[in-house]
């Protein structure tokens, strides 16, 4: 579903990613991990367009990931979260649903307000929403069209406990519909549960891409090890 190829990208004579490669597939939640400044969110970047690549090659969905045939394909929760100031939030799901063609998007939206306690918050203005509120409203636009591929960057950051626990559970939900979710996070708990896969990064190279129980059995040898153990272990400094 996301084939990433020898992707590297430059800032002056940095690597802020060094020639990476892996690839994601259908119905797979993979997690992202790394310290600050490790390339997590520019990886991300690249993908989705965000970021002009210096090299490499990326396709979604057998299609190049800028053709429109695969913007198609996917939704992108970036770490920071952005709403129209004068749009409701009402407005923002029905901006999106025509944006992408949705019909019948009014009963999925609702269900996606109650799910996440934006039932008070239909006519508020985009300006007027807390981070967390924004963050909600976000998740909520990138689930309306039903995208096959989700990439989420730092979707936790600003939520409650409660919308925490929802995400997850959507997340699941995703995965059971054959959904291909590509999470980036600092935070490790939230990840664990989900995940059938982690990749680990630090300036901008992968050091792990595995299972967690394969990884920690390659790189962490005490019993009881647990998937903080392993991430100090491979991100810590020489």
Known sequence: MLIVNNLVKKYGKQNAVDDISFELKGGEVVGLLGPNGAGKSTTMKCIVGLLRKSSGEITIGDHHHLSLEAKKMFSYIPETPYVYDMLTVWEHFQFVAQAYHVEDWKEKATELMELFELDDKKDKLGRDLSKGMRQKVSICCALIPDPQVLFFDEPMIGLDPKAIKNTRQIFRKLKEEGKTILVSTHLIDSVESIADRIMILKNGKILGNDT????????????????????LELTKDE
């Open 212 to 231: 967690i129980s394969n990884l920690k059995k390659q790189f962490v040898q005490e019993e009881g090890s647990t998937l903080e153990d392993l991430f």
